[in-house]
């Protein structure tokens, strides 16, 4: 149906604001918001009140204090693990660092990230870091809840729930000084489980739609925006879609973004169950190890691969 004026595609607000308990009909309500806004865009806005004001705006002076810290201590937020600790200075992409590490929603092990780049300890730092994180790690259950319910397989949802672990990762992306855009982050799907991004008040993520289209996100307090990954696609056997996604810089101002991150444990094969995979929904991926599959992709950073997951271990 043709409308007169043609309407920019935009992101759904999906109002987690309320205490939603399983079962119930606002529970429902939800979850069918997520598993359409899951199967047509990937993605959602999370009207979410789990982290107060005033943690938000500690966070984002928390991101510039950190990223404030010599090259040498940053450097310090090492992983064996590929994409897990300082990433920055790449020629090709000039504006972006990342620093990451694991289990953030355990207060010890935020305290074990301070000390390494402020040896003498720093609470503030980790108090801060470990309340944006625990909400937003909860927040991730409740929607993979969600979604394995409304597929009809929800004796899996602890097995499910327990596959993955969090990781933390925060961006700086260094203002340009230029009108024109310029790459902060290479276009690309998110590997993992879930993701849930925020940001300081400068705008840069751009998402693409099903049809082609890019959107500029744009976040409100309270907003957290919700990015399905390959992995969790490959666990639905494809009833997911995993959107590209892209940061764009402009202006004066430095962005600082924070997402939490469900990643599958190491060891742990991802495979749809078997009650997901049908005639009218054959097996859309080999089991893989998401290790594996990280460990591949790294391999070939810089190569653009068109639907990775499907090049790498589609059926
Ligand atoms: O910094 C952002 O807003 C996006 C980060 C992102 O897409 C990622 O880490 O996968
Ligand atoms: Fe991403």
Redesign the pocket.
């Known amino acids: 149906m043709g409308s007169e004026t043609e309407t920019a595609p935009s992101i759904s607000v999906i109002d987690f604001s309320t205490n939603l308990v399983p079962g119930t009909p606002s529970w429902d309500l939800v979850k069918s918001q997520v598993l359409k806004a899951a199967e047509e865009c990937g993605c959602f806005m999370a009207d979410f009140k789990g982290i107060p004001r005033e943690v938000q705006e500690t966070m984002d002076d928390a991101l510039e204090e950190l990223y404030g810290l010599p090259l040498e201590t940053k450097l310090r937020n090492v992983s064996e693990k590929p994409y897990h600790g300082y990433i920055g200075q790449s020629p090709l992409l000039p504006l972006f660092e990342g620093m990451g590490f694991d289990h953030p929603q355990l207060y010890d092990n935020v305290d074990e990230f301070t000390r390494l780049m402020w040896p003498q300890g720093y609470p503030n730092f980790s108090k801060t870091i470990h309340q944006f994180s625990k909400p937003l790690a909860e927040l991730d259950q409740t929607i993979r809840r969600m979604i394995v319910e409304s597929l009809g397989v929800e004796h899996y949802v602890d097995e499910f729930l327990n596959s993955a672990y969090y990781v933390i ?1 925060v ?1 700086k992306y260094e203002a340009p000084g230029t009108t024109e855009k310029k790459w902060g ?1 290479k276009t ?1 799907k ?1 590997q993992n489980v879930m ?1 849930i ?1 925020s ?1 300081n008040q400068i705008n840069g ?1 751009e998402l693409q739609t099903k049809d082609g289209e890019w959107i500029e996100v744009k976040f409100s307090p309270d907003h957290y925006l919700v990015i399905f990954g390959e992995a969790f696609n490959a666990w639905t056997n494809g009833r997911l879609y995993c959107p590209y ?1 892209r ?1 764009m810089m402009s202006g004066n101002k430095n962005r600082y ?1 924070a ?1 939490v991150f469900s990643l599958p444990n190491e060891g742990y094969v991802i495979k749809a169950p078997k009650e997901l995979v049908d005639e009218e929904h054959p097996e859309a991926f080999k089991p893989y190890e998401f290790i594996d599959y990280l460990k591949q992709r790294t391999k070939e950073t810089g190569k653009t691969v068109e639907d990775p997951l499907k090049a790498y271990y589609g059926v």
């Open positions: 990762r961006a982050l690309h998110d993701s991004l940001q993520l996604h940061v973004s997402g």
